[in-house]
């Protein structure tokens, strides 16, 4: 009996109840490719015309999509748990759609840097500039990642200066050339840059960095991720406590801050991700959780507004649902669900206060509809649920 939560990062199903208070109202990650694609307008390249997820359906994600927006399911019966999520979580950023998933929700404000120019504090870039022994900053504002390295990639090459940015999320982004700049520069530059946003309340600092020339600079898999640590024990912790494997796979590690995350297991690109993810389910032990984040849903095609890259990943995630099935044993339950949300036909380029899909399935586990849930959390409950661990502090079981 093991459980694999899989987090399709930033894949929601529609605006939240409180998606106003974000300016999200409308939103719908899933609802705006899905549309786009029966539409004609998410053709690429390995795909075309509308959105095509056969095992996806099966188990339940468009009846969930459907349900949640008072529209009737497209059949009968469905082979997985199917429902959605709010989130109770302050913030819409991975780590409190990931963290209230593993029973912590946020419920204090993160910081986060206005949407001036310059937007970070003077003494905070003063003090970096100090200890990092820099020529000076570059950027300094609300920014897109692959739009500012574009924008700013050879003045930072030629002078020395690191890009540094921001987004509506509580994080303070470093872009820095591999070659010319330094990826372990670039990474000690961000522990030192951790330090000094504690005491703003800045949820991660983020290491971007980049390679190429002028016109041709591509961001790598070397990204990394300084999170503060969850306010409160996690599933993660209770898991470790209890003497369980876990194993944690891409971003997941980061995200937690390290805390009862396991082995980690890194891999670039969501196929990569989730061959990690059948090979991990293929040894984990008894009583274990393996815990995957997909993170190029988010960080490829939600940020950049990609619908047809999106609707792409999606089919090639979904292709792989039989592979992944086949490894299960009896009592295992496998959960997909989303951490908010990243419409890729938004305004801007930030997330979506969006619900989240809970699609679970197993040998053994009956499909049926879980309806709306009222956090992230009743996903860790039931986690804890399943592998026969005591109950977390926040969250509902979904599982009968
Ligand atoms: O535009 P890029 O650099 O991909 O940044 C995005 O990634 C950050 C972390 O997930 C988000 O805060 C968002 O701004
Ligand atoms: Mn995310
Ligand atoms: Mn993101």
Avoid at 81 to 87: D, P, T
Avoid at 114 to 126: E, G, M, V, Y
Wanted: with cysteine.
């Amino acid at each position: 009996m093991r459980a694999i939560l899989i987090v399709l990062d930033s894949f929601g199903l529609g605006a939240a109840r409180d998606a106003d208070v974000f300016g999200d109202v409308g939103a719908d990650t899933f609802g705006h490719i899905l549309e786009a694609a029966a539409l004609g307008r998410a053709d690429a390249a390995g795909r075309s015309g509308p959105l095509n997820l056969p095992n996806l359906r099966s188990l339940g994600l468009f009846a969930a999509h459907d349900e949640y927006h008072g529209k009737p399911g497209d059949r009968r019966s469905y082979t997985g748990l199917y429902g959605i999520a709010q989130e109770r979580s302050k913030g819409k950023d991975t780590p409190s759609g990931h963290w209230e998933m593993a029973g912590v929700p946020v419920m204090f404000d993160w910081g986060y840097f206005p949407r001036t120019i310059p937007c970070f504090p003077k003494d905070l870039t003063d003090a970096l500039i100090d200890r990092g022994n820099l020529p000076g900053i570059l950027g300094n504002c609300h920014a897109s990642g692959t739009e500012i390295i574009e924008r700013l990639g050879v003045e930072h090459m030629e002078s020395g200066k690191p890009i540094l940015y921001t987004s509506a999320d509580s994080v303070l982004q470093i872009a820095a050339h591999e070659e010319t700049f330094g990826l372990d520069r670039l990474y000690a530059l961000c522990d030192v840059s951790r330090g000094l946003v504690d005491p703003l309340g800045i949820g991660r600092v983020i290491a971007r960095p980049f390679i190429g020339t002028a016109g041709q600079f591509t961001r790598t898999a070397n990204r990394k991720d300084l999170a503060v640590p969850p306010p409160e024990p996690t599933l993660l912790d209770q898991l470790t406590a209890a003497g369980r494997q876990v194993i944690s796979i891409g971003k997941i590690g980061d995200i937690f801050a390290h805390q009862g995350t396991g082995e980690i297991v890194k891999a670039a690109g969501n196929m990569a991700l989730t061959d990690a993810t059948i090979d991990a389910i293929a040894r984990a032990e008894d009583g274990s959780l393996v815990f995957t984040n997909l993170v190029d849903f988010d960080q490829s095609y939600g940020h950049r507004r990609d619908v047809a890259g999106y609707a792409r990943a999606l089919e090639e995630f979904d292709a792989r649902l039989p592979d992944l099935m086949a490894r299960l044993k009896d009592g295992d339950i496998v959960i997909l669900s989303a951490d908010h949300g990243c419409d890729p036909t938004w305004e801007g380029t930030d997330h979506t206060r969006e619900v989240v899909p809970i699609i679970a399935f197993g040998p053994g586990i009956p499909g049926g509809p879980i309806g709306e849930r009222d956090s992230f959390a009743d996903i860790g409950q039931s986690i804890t649920s399943h592998l026969g661990l005591p109950p977390l502090a926040h969250g509902k079981s979904f599982l009968g």
